[in-house]
Every structure is written in C-alpha cells, then in structure tokens.
C-alpha cells in the first residue's frame, strides 16, 4: 500500500478523491445548513408539496412579481414571453394584466406585496406581504400578483429545476448526515496519505523536492493568496451580476475547485519541504533575516574590536590620567548642559539631578571595591594568606590591582610553605643524624674516660685524654641540644602542666647561679611581688628555660655590671623579664637572636652552640606562655609572660 501511494498514479487518485471528497462535504454541509437554517421551510415536518410551492414562491416567483409591480406602478410593463401575469388590488381591482392571462390557467401562481408611497403617489418601497392581512396600513396599498407560466421558457424551466432540486433533497434530509460524515472520513484518510506520500517516490526512503521545492515557501504562499483574492472577486461579480442561477453555480463551483487545488498543492508542497528540512530555510523571510543576522553579527563584531581597542587604550592609562579624564569629561558635561539650557534654573537643577543619580552608583561602587581591596590588604598584612579577593565585579585598575593582590597572596602562601618544608627536613635531618652520632658518641665518651682515669707517666697523654673527655662531653651536649630543639619545635616534647608559683623559679636560679654569677664578676639583683603569682607549667622545662637564658648571660654579660631578674602581674599574666648588658656589641635583631644556631658574639670566641634562646622560647610556647627579646644599644631583655590561674 505504501508503495502504490507513492507512485504518480497513486498520489493522484488520492489528489482526486480528496477534491471529490470535499466537494461532497462542503455540499452536505450546504445541506445541512439548509435544512436546519431555513426557518421558514421544515423539511422535517412539511409535505414535499409544501416544501417545493415555498422555495419556488421565495427563489422564483417573489423577485419575478416583484419586478413586474414596480414596472406596473410605473408604466412602463409590457407583454413578455416568460408568463402570462395580472395584478390586482386589495380589493379585487385588476392594475394591469398581460393579453394572455386566463385565471384557469395552470399552473399560477399568486404572491402578495406591501407597497410604501409618498403623498405625491410615487412608490418608495416594495416588501412581500402576507396575503391573509385584507386591511391597509395608513401609507401602504396591498396587491396581488398572479403568474401562469409559459412552458417550455427559461422562467418554466427554472421552476421545474427546482422543483427536481428540492424533491432530491427532501429525499436526502435524512442521509445528508451520514454522507457528510462519511465523506469527513474520507478526506481525513486521503489528505494524511496524501502528506505521507508528498516528496516520496517507490523503493526508496530517500525524500524528492516536488516541482514547486525550487520557488521560496513564503512566496508561493503570496501568489497563491493573490490568485486566491482575484477568484474572489471573480465569484462576487459573478453572483452580482445578472447571470442565470445555473451559471452561477458552475462558475462559483469551478473557482471553488481551483481554489482547492492551491490549497492542496500547497499542503502537498509543505509536507515535502518539513521532510526534508527546507521549510523555514527555503522561505524569502528566512533569507531576508539570516542576512540581516549576517549584517548584524558584521557590526556587533566591529563594534566589539572598536570596544577592545578603546578599553585596551583606556587600559593602557594610568590611574591618575584616567580620573582627570573622567573629571573633564563630566566638568565638559556640565558645561554644556549650562549653556544649552541657557540659564534656565528648573533645567540645570533638573540636570544636576540626573547627574548625581548616575554618579552615586558609581562612586558607590567605587568605594566598595575600594573596601574590598582594603580588606584583602589588611587581611594579608594580618597574616592571613588564605584571604582571597572576589574580583568578579571588578573592573579596570580595581580588577588588576585585586588581581596582584590574590597572586601576592599566592606567592606568600608558596613562600611560607617553602619555608616550613625546609624547616621540616632540616628539623629531620638533625633529628636522624643525631641519632645516628649519638651511638658512636657514647662509646667515644666512656672509652676516653676510661683512658684518662688509667695511670700514665707520660704527662702529654693525661692532657690529651683530658680534652678528648671535655670535647666529647661538649659534642654530646650539642647534640642532645638540637634533639631537644627539633622536638620542641616540632610540638614532640612531652610537657606536663601544673599549677606552680613563678616566684619560686627565681629563688630557684638566685640559688642555683650564684657561684657563676660570682666567677663572672656579675651582681645578680632579683625581684619579685610578696603574694603567689601560679601559672601552669611543667617545673621541668620551665627549669630548662631559666637554665638557657642565665647560662647566656653568664656567658655574654659584660663582667662588673648588674643582672636584673624581676617578676610582676601585668593585665592578668605574670611577666618574668631577664635584664643584663652585654659584653660584645649587639649588632643583631631580636628576630635574628631568635633563629637557630646564631649567637650574639661574631667572633665565636666563648663556648655555645646557639640554640638556647631557640629552645627557651619553644618550650615557653609548649607550655602556654609566650617570649619575646628587647634590645635597647647593649641592654639585652629577655620577656617571658605566662597567664595566671
């Protein structure tokens, strides 16, 4: 089936019973419409007889007598061949009559007519009127207008043509429904197989322009509405003119079959085009709006490099240059508007205003942005190197200048982590070594004590061994330094925290160094409140702390002077400071006192390694407190502060 619709014969017998169809319907339809519109004639409850004597009063007779009474009333009727006719009054007087008339003549027709005259007697309208009223409205005369038809004239046929026209459809008034339906199926199966086969040929799936593809959709669409409207008006002059009814039916009848011709052809061609995706493409519309879209995206894109070329100009200015610009530009502005107003004081206000509506947002913005970058600056000069600046909403010098903020960041970031990995491994890597020395070290130790406590008569051997103990104590201590180091600064070194009084750590190294105070020539002066000042600490490392920082001064302080080691209460914490003047000049930093392996004495000339003040303040930090050095020309403070309980 889908092969015999798509060959040529096929897609016209389809073509074919589609118009037939149509016609058959839009017929049915007429019927239809007839037969419940025509409120006068009841094919439903009227005899045939009835039926035909009205349509043939109304179609024929009423407009014939009609024209015979005006021409009467006028004088100016004469004999003619298509009836014999008489017209009488309301009250049986004859008006006029043809030679011919016979009142027994068969078969006659009688129609009544109001006539509207003027005072003058002329007549000023004719209307049908219904022959049961015998009584005369004040302005109106009745009359009568009896017709005998001449047989075998074109008035005779006419009223037989009608007559076999309402007997065919008196006999269809009830079947017109089931035509008419059944012809709606009809269409509606043809007009879809018809779409279906439209652009297909047998034996392929491949779909072919038909033979109109080649003309735009849109303009076909035209010349169809054009043929379309001149059919029209070759229908309505035929139906306006004086053409017989017959005529006119076939006329109307065959510009209504070219009429749906078009249609098809153009439903045929547009299924064909949907098929093969040209409907829109191939339109003189699409055409029109694609060049233009050409034309457009030509301009937009001359627009957009103009806008580059501007914006990379403006980018190239400095800041500076770019706000007098922006000053002159609205300072030029203002000017003009002054002088176009011509000092009119309602339009300059009304201009000052919508100047400072537009200017607020974009001083507001400005400021905005201008907070924004102050925060991200005050965020990295704080420290916080994870503060990222949302330049997003940026524009210009603000965005580049967020921009180098955030790469700032970022390089800070890398730049601190750089430095925490190299302070990782190089913690690491004097934890591991100093494990490792430490084996060898022990046994160097007890073997060089044994050799010096072994009798010997040689002097220089006994001296010999002597240094060999004292240095390798020396190498242990050093190492078991940088293991401690590594460990407190790591956050490795286990601390035990208790309530303890901070006075009793001063009494404690008072005690404790007296003789080395004594031997370095150094007055140790102490002083501390008379009540308990408790802090948490381990009594341990806080001990080891005390030891590092007296055993520098010990060993940097100028001999003959006075060690200060003071305690006190300030703002909730108790503050321990060591005070003392140094021996060797202090051309250092308290930050660089601070880092590993570096002593105030450039000459190295006194025994230490360096790591004390590194060790004191790891472990004053392990235990909650916090260290800090002061350097005032050669006076050297050492501040530890620890919150009280």
């Given at each position: 089936?889908?092969?015999?619709?798509?060959?040529?014969?096929?897609?016209?017998?389809l073509?074919?019973?589609?118009?037939?169809?149509?016609?058959?319907?839009?017929?049915?339809?007429?019927?239809?419409?007839?037969?419940?519109?025509?409120?006068?004639?009841?094919?439903?409850?009227?005899?045939?007889?009835?039926?035909?004597?009205?349509?043939?009063?109304?179609?024929?007779?009423?407009?014939?007598?009609?024209?015979?009474?005006?021409?009467?009333?006028?004088?100016?009727?004469?004999?003619?061949?298509?009836?014999?006719?008489?017209?009488?009054?309301?009250?049986?007087?004859?008006?006029?009559?043809?030679?011919?008339?016979?009142?027994?003549?068969?078969?006659?027709y009688?129609?009544?007519?109001?006539?509207?005259?003027?005072?003058?007697?002329?007549?000023?309208?004719?209307?049908?009127?219904?022959?049961?009223?015998?009584?005369?409205?004040?302005?109106?005369?009745?009359?009568?207008?009896?017709?005998?038809?001449?047989?075998?004239?074109?008035?005779?046929?006419?009223?037989?043509?009608?007559?076999?026209?309402?007997?065919?459809?008196?006999?269809?008034?009830?079947?017109?429904?089931f035509?008419?339906?059944?012809?709606?199926?009809?269409?509606?199966?043809?007009?879809?197989?018809?779409?279906?086969?439209?652009?297909?040929?047998?034996?392929?799936?491949?779909?072919?322009?038909?033979?109109?593809?080649?003309?735009?959709?849109?303009?076909?669409?035209?010349?169809?509405?054009?043929?379309?409207?001149?059919?029209?008006?070759?229908?309505?002059?035929?139906?306006s003119?004086?053409?017989?009814?017959?005529?006119?039916?076939?006329?109307?009848?065959?510009?209504?079959?070219?009429?749906?011709?078009?249609?098809?052809?153009?439903?045929?061609?547009?299924?064909?085009?949907?098929?093969?995706?040209?409907?829109?493409?191939?339109?003189?519309?699409?055409?029109?709006?694609k060049?233009?879209?050409?034309?457009?995206?030509?301009?937009?894109?001359?627009?957009?490099?103009?806008?580059?070329?501007?914006?990379?100009?403006?980018?190239?200015?400095?800041?500076?240059?770019?706000?007098?610009?922006?000053?002159?530009?609205?300072?030029?502005?203002?000017?003009?508007?002054?002088?176009?107003?011509?000092?009119?004081?309602?339009?300059?206000?009304?201009?000052?205003?919508?100047?400072?509506?537009?200017?607020?947002?974009?001083?507001?913005?400005?400021?905005?942005?201008?907070?924004?970058?102050?925060k991200?600056?005050?965020?990295?000069?704080?420290?916080?190197?994870?503060?990222?600046?949302?330049?997003?909403?940026?524009?210009?010098?603000?965005?580049?200048?967020?921009?180098?903020?955030?790469?700032?960041?970022?390089?800070?970031?890398?730049?601190?982590e750089?430095?925490?990995?190299?302070?990782?491994?190089?913690?690491?890597?004097?934890?591991?070594?100093?494990?490792?020395?430490?084996?060898?070290?022990?046994?160097?130790?007890?073997?060089?004590?044994?050799?010096?406590?072994e009798?010997?008569?040689?002097?220089?051997?006994?001296?010999?061994?002597?240094?060999?103990?004292?240095?390798?104590?020396?190498?242990?201590?050093?190492?078991?330094?940088?293991?401690?180091?590594?460990?407190?600064?790591?956050?490795?070194?286990?601390?035990?925290?208790?309530?303890?009084?901070?006075?009793?750590?001063?009494?404690?190294?008072?005690?404790?160094?007296?003789?080395?105070?004594?031997?370095?020539e150094?007055?140790?002066?102490?002083?501390?409140?008379?009540?308990?000042?408790?802090?948490?600490?381990?009594?341990?490392?806080?001990?080891?702390?005390?030891?590092?920082?007296?055993?520098?001064?010990?060993?940097?302080?100028?001999?003959?002077?006075?060690?200060?080691?003071?305690?006190?209460e300030?703002?909730?914490?108790?503050?321990?400071?060591f005070?003392?003047?140094?021996?060797?000049?202090?051309?250092?930093?308290?930050?660089?006192?601070?880092?590993?392996?570096?002593?105030?004495?450039?000459?190295?000339?006194?025994?230490?390694?360096?790591?004390?003040?590194?060790?004191?303040?790891?472990?004053?930090?392990?235990?909650?407190?916090?260290m800090?050095?002061?350097?005032?020309?050669?006076?050297?403070?050492?501040?530890?502060?620890f919150?009280?309980?």
């Amino acid at each position: 089936m889908k092969r015999l619709i798509t060959t040529l014969a096929g897609k016209t017998i389809l073509f074919i019973v589609c118009i037939t169809s149509f016609c058959l319907l839009a017929a049915s339809m007429v019927g239809i419409t007839f037969y419940l519109a025509h409120g006068e004639i009841d094919f439903y409850s009227s005899s045939e007889n009835e039926i035909t004597e009205q349509v043939i009063n109304d179609a024929i007779i009423s407009p014939y007598g009609y024209s015979l009474l005006w021409d009467a009333e006028n004088g100016s009727v004469e004999d003619i061949a298509e009836a014999e006719y008489q017209i009488t009054d309301s009250v049986g007087n004859v008006i006029s009559r043809s030679k011919g008339f016979k009142a027994d003549s068969a078969p006659t027709y009688t129609v009544w007519y109001g006539v509207l005259k003027d005072p003058s007697g002329k007549i000023t309208d004719i209307y049908d009127h219904d022959n049961s009223i015998h009584t005369s409205d004040e302005g109106s005369e009745y009359y009568s207008v009896t017709l005998s038809l001449t047989r075998g004239a074109s008035l005779y046929n006419k009223v037989d043509l009608y007559s076999k026209l309402v007997h065919i459809a008196y006999q269809l008034r009830y079947a017109v429904y089931f035509i008419a339906l059944i012809n709606l199926l009809i269409l509606i199966a043809c007009f879809i197989a018809l779409m279906y086969a439209s652009g297909r040929r047998p034996d392929t799936d491949q779909f072919y322009p038909g033979p109109l593809h080649k003309i735009p959709y849109d303009l076909l669409l035209v010349l169809c509405g054009i043929i379309g409207i001149g059919l029209c008006f070759i229908g309505d002059g035929i139906t306006s003119g004086y053409v017989d009814d017959i005529i006119t039916v076939i006329c109307i009848f065959g510009l209504g079959l070219v009429g749906l011709n078009m249609f098809l052809g153009l439903c045929m061609s547009a299924a064909s085009r949907i098929k093969q995706h040209t409907f829109i493409k191939n339109t003189v519309i699409y055409r029109i709006i694609k060049l233009i879209g050409r034309i457009l995206r030509s301009l937009w894109g001359l627009l957009k490099n103009l806008h580059h070329f501007n914006i990379s100009l403006l980018r190239g200015l400095p800041l500076v240059w770019k706000t007098g610009l922006v000053f002159c530009g609205v300072s030029l502005l203002e000017m003009l508007i002054i002088i176009g107003t011509d000092g009119d004081q309602g339009a300059i206000a009304t201009a000052w205003f919508i100047e400072k509506v537009i200017l607020l947002p974009v001083i507001l913005y400005v400021a905005l942005t201008l907070r924004r970058l102050q925060k991200s600056g005050t965020a990295l000069a704080n420290g916080d190197l994870s503060y990222h600046t949302d330049t997003k909403r940026m524009i210009w010098d603000f965005k580049r200048f967020g921009e180098d903020m955030n790469r700032i960041a970022d390089g800070m970031g890398i730049a601190v982590e750089d430095r925490l990995k190299s302070e990782r491994m190089k913690t690491e890597l004097i934890t591991n070594v100093s494990h490792d020395i430490k084996t060898p070290l022990t046994s160097i130790i007890n073997y060089a004590s044994l050799i010096s406590t072994e009798p010997c008569e040689n002097r220089t051997i006994t001296e010999y061994s002597e240094v060999l103990v004292r240095q390798s104590e020396k190498l242990k201590r050093l190492i078991e330094d940088l293991v401690e180091a590594s460990k407190a600064s790591t956050g490795n070194l286990e601390v035990l925290l208790a309530p303890c009084d901070a006075g009793t750590f001063l009494m404690q190294a008072s005690g404790e160094y007296e003789e080395k105070m004594q031997q370095a020539e150094l007055a140790l002066v102490t002083k501390q409140p008379d009540k308990e000042l408790r802090i948490m600490a381990d009594g341990r490392r806080m001990w080891r702390v005390f030891d590092n920082l007296m055993n520098n001064i010990c060993k940097y302080a100028q001999p003959g002077t006075r060690v200060y080691l003071t305690l006190e209460e300030q703002n909730g914490n108790a503050v321990i400071t060591f005070k003392n003047t140094s021996r060797e000049p202090l051309d250092i930093t308290e930050e660089e006192l601070m880092e590993r392996f570096t002593r105030g004495d450039s000459s190295r000339n006194t025994e230490g390694n360096g790591l004390g003040l590194s060790i004191a303040k790891s472990m004053t930090e392990l235990q909650g407190g916090s260290m800090r050095l002061s350097i005032d020309g050669d006076l050297f403070k050492a501040i530890l502060s620890f919150p009280l309980i």
